[in-house]
């Protein structure tokens, strides 16, 4: 089977104190941080006995927190990513930490979903770490949250970075109606693709990979729907891809997120960013806005 895998384990705390998100600042207890360096342990196990099962393998980390402050989520990654039967392993990171390790990652399968929060870190200072990235060679793309007051922010990222690394914006879904036309407009043109985020897509009853292909697992071994219908479909270490795998419409109203949306069969977000689907990385140039 050729399988997603979003992982998130008992890690809820970040070095940063983003207002918009409840993890902002936590602080885990070590006995939260051994459980959760033990729980991916178990999980990179059995990933590498999923190659001679016959499995290929596309993983995405994606914690309540900040994962590349911690040794155990670094030496995973370059370990994923140097396995055969692992087409892709990807991480969201603030990019906060020392960057020297990735020089051990594999290129071809290592990949970053790189998001910046102005006012927790010097622009420059984020600057400097995506461009590392990118002499490397390593894919990543680069974004951040649509908020009025990050408008300046975000033209700047856009002046400084690279033509060919795209920029993408989440915007802001928490008050209806929260952007003019007009500034609608504007952030089209940085980022060509963000009316495709500023939707969301309805989605009760419809097919979805989710469940079937793409599957959300905990650092438990429970593996959930998705990441917004929580419902349990079973455990990976018990029941495994074939006994996980079955279509399953969706039985949320509207799905808005793009971990989620983009795994709807009726959306042609798979086409759109082929390779670069779990970071974030269209697999088309445009030829308006500033991505080119």
């Known amino acids: 089977m050729k399988a997603t895998l979003y992982y998130r384990g008992s890690l809820t ?3 940063y104190a ?3 998100c409840p993890f902002s600042k936590n602080v ?5 941080l051994n459980k ?3 729980q991916l342990e178990r999980f990179a196990v059995w990933v590498r006995e999923q190659g001679a099962l016959g499995h290929r393998l596309s993983i995405f980390f994606n914690p309540y927190g900040e994962a590349l402050i911690h040794s155990w989520y670094r030496s995973t990654m370059i370990e994923l990513s140097h396995m055969e039967h692992v087409e892709k392993v990807a991480v969201q990171t603030n990019l906060s930490t020392k960057l020297d390790w990735t020089q051990e ?5 290592a990949a970053m979903w790189a998001t910046y929060h102005p006012g927790e870190t010097k622009e420059q200072a984020f600057i400097s770490q995506a461009m590392k990235l990118y002499e490397l060679g390593i894919q990543y793309s680069v974004g951040t949250v649509g908020l009025r007051q990050a408008f300046p922010a975000i033209r700047s990222l856009r002046s400084q970075l690279p033509k060919d690394v795209y920029l993408w914006i ?3 879904k928490d008050r209806p109606h929260y952007y003019s036309n007009d500034e609608v407009a504007e952030l089209t043109a940085i980022d060509p693709y963000f009316h495709w985020n500023l939707q969301d897509y309805s989605s009760q009853g419809r097919a979805c990979r989710a469940g079937e292909d793409v599957f959300y697992v905990q650092g438990d071994g429970r593996v959930k729907h998705c990441y917004q219908d929580r419902r349990v479909i079973g455990h990976l270490y018990r029941d495994g891809l074939e006994g996980l795998s079955t279509k399953r419409p969706c039985r949320m109203e509207k799905c808005g997120c793009y971990i989620g949306y983009i795994h709807m069969e009726e959306q042609p977000f ?3 960013y082929g390779n670069g689907l779990l970071e974030r990385v269209p697999h088309a140039q445009v030829t308006s ?3 080119v």
């Open 13 to 15: 705390s970040c070095n």
């Open 105 to 109: 990652l594999n290129k071809q399968t």
């Open 170 to 172: 989440n915007a802001y």
């Open 36 to 38: 959760d360096r033990a």
């Open 270 to 272: 798979r086409e759109m």
């Open 289 to 291: 806005g500033s991505y």
């Open 28 to 32: 885990d207890s070590r006995a939260t």
């Open 18 to 20: 983003c207002p918009y």
